[in-house]
């Protein structure tokens, strides 16, 4: 038996397991959600998570193209699932898998660019657009008009800079390769170790740097505490995160429009600036000479 026929087998075999939990219905997704939110039932999550394990299938079949093991999609998918039920607010008037689906994307698209190289990628939302579009568009567009597309046309498409592809399609045609490896035929070559630079700062910078960033912190940390739930989510998912979410997404979350979010958005960074100006005050004034 093949490696790949093995792989279909247990592929079938799970679909066959997953197959036994029936979809729920709204109302009884609500109950058990409402359960597991209000009460802490985890017998009630267990059963939101398996009756939605078909769908993390169904995703999962989006990435078949990057070569990974569709199992291996799965299981993250489904890591990703059991973070949205955990997460899930059922007050919020969605379905779960609404919710569930950007939660199971997020933990597929991280396995795969941390399986595509040992040399990290970038995490920021623009590179993971670029990394997971740049391939699809450049082969529909071949399979459209039969030609390859240039960088500058297909930037463009994307609605991204120029430079931005270009740096991408390098490392998506790059390799690792390891800096032991000798630069030249004899052993006395040097190695690609040999020739990095050492950039990093001097002991003493770096302790100062590190200074002002507990300070910066602290001060970040006493002004969040000036914040409502609803207003800490758009900083925690927006404005502080590596991937963060768009109005739309957090409007979602919310049941309200993307308009409000904006202004919710502005109302919490003119809060922050004038706690953050407060504490910069409090300090300039301490620290001021007596006399």
Do not use: C
Request: glycine residues 4%; proline residues 1%.
């Amino acid at each position: 038996m093949t490696a790949l026929t093995l792989q279909q087998d247990n592929i079938d075999r799970y679909m066959a397991e997953i197959s036994r939990y029936p979809i729920l219905s709204r109302e009884a997704e609500l109950e058990l959600a409402k359960r597991f939110f209000d009460e802490g039932d985890v017998s009630a999550a267990h059963e939101l998570v398996v009756a939605n394990l078909r769908f993390v299938v169904k995703i999962a079949h989006e990435y078949r193209g990057y070569g990974l093991k569709l199992l291996d999609l799965i299981q993250e998918g489904n890591i990703g699932l059991m973070v949205a039920v955990k997460k899930f607010d059922p007050h919020k008037g969605y379905r779960v898998i609404s919710y569930a689906v950007w939660w199971i994307r997020a933990y597929i698209q991280s396995y795969i660019m941390r399986s595509w190289s040992l040399v990290r990628l970038g995490a920021s939302r623009l590179h993971r657009k670029l990394f997971f579009r740049l391939r699809s568009e450049k082969a529909k567009i071949l399979r459209e008009t039969g030609e390859e597309i240039g960088s500058r046309e297909l930037a463009e498409r994307l609605e991204v800079d120029e430079k931005a592809v270009l740096d991408m399609e390098q490392r998506l045609a790059g390799r690792d390769f390891s800096l032991d490896a000798k630069l030249g035929d004899d052993t006395s070559a040097a190695s690609h170790l040999d020739m990095l630079t050492e950039q990093s700062e001097d002991q003493e910078t770096q302790l100062a740097t590190q200074q002002e960033q507990a300070q910066l912190r602290g001060k970040v940390a006493k002004a969040m505490k000036t914040l409502n739930d609803k207003e800490r989510y758009i900083v925690e998912n927006r404005l502080l995160s590596d991937e963060p979410q768009t109005l739309q997404e957090i409007g979602d979350a919310f049941a309200v429009s993307r308009e409000r979010v904006r202004q919710l958005e502005s109302r919490v960074i003119a809060k922050l600036r004038t706690t953050l100006q407060e504490a910069e005050a409090s300090d300039s004034q301490l620290q001021a000479p007596v006399g």
